[in-house]
């Protein structure tokens, strides 16, 4: 198993940025795909980026896509999420998630592929 922890959201102006971290327990992080999702009150979580086992492949939804960088440090247990150009449609609770795959180079993008999530990390940004 492994447990999650977000930090690094808060309240920016529209243009700023913010970076995202997802602390990972556990020993076997580098076993994980990993991703980022949000979810706004009363809506569905929604995909943001994902990241491979090996970091070599990422994927991003097309409303962050050239804004938002997701990367991660296997040494660290961590994985980041970059968010450049930020817009007030960005403001939500970002989610981080794991699952354990065998595939180095997969990456997962639906909410039903992770079995672990963070509690969440607010960002708000303001116009």
């Known amino acids: 198993q492994v447990q999650l922890v977000e930090s690094g959201g808060g309240l920016v102006q529209a243009g700023g940025s913010l970076r995202l971290s997802c602390a990972a327990s556990g020993r076997t992080f580098g076993n994980y795909a990993m991703g980022w999702f949000r979810q706004a009150p009363g809506k569905e979580r929604d995909f943001v980026a994902a990241?491979?086992?090996?970091?070599?492949?990422?994927y991003y939804a097309d409303s962050v896509k050239g804004r938002f960088t997701i990367s991660r440090d296997n040494a660290k247990n961590t994985v980041y999420l970059q968010m450049n150009g930020l817009k007030p449609e960005d403001t939500t609770v970002y989610y981080c998630a794991a699952d354990r795959v065998t595939n180095t180079m997969v990456v997962l993008t639906s909410t039903t592929q992770y079995n672990y999530w963070g509690q969440g990390t607010q960002v708000t940004v303001s116009s």
């Open positions: 990241v491979s086992r090996n970091g070599v492949s990422t």
